[in-house]
């Protein structure tokens, strides 16, 4: 039983920083994916007055709205614009920016 105390412990030094890594791969992700050309950098200053400023908003709210512009589901006012960005994110992607932005300050 000693033997696998290491082992234990490791896995609760990963469990307890999964969400930093989340995180890290939300804000990445977040310039990679070019969010912050229409976004702005700290996603409240957006490039036209009638894009949304996204810094705080619902992680859940903000996974929605991007599934259904990517699957078609939503397709009123500005998700146009959005299309041909969603096909460059998938599923798990969606999610750690939808978690980034969240944590942001709005």
């Keep these: 039983m000693k033997s696998l105390l290491p082992v234990f ?4 030094a990963l469990a307890a920083a999964a969400p930093a890594f989340a995180q890290e791969d939300g804000a990445k992700l977040y310039q990679e994916k070019t969010c912050w050309s229409c976004h702005g950098k700290d996603a409240k200053t957006p490039l036209l007055p009638e894009y949304p400023k996204i810094a705080g ?11 259904d512009i990517k699957s078609g589901a939503r397709a009123n006012g500005n998700s146009a614009a959005m299309n041909g960005i969603m096909v460059l994110v998938n599923e798990k992607e969606i999610k750690a920016i939808a978690e980034y ?3 942001l300050k709005p």
């Design 9 to 12: 412990a490791a896995l609760a």
């Design 101 to 103: 932005v969240s944590k």
């Design 57 to 67: 908003q619902n992680a859940q709210y903000a996974e929605r709205q991007m599934l």
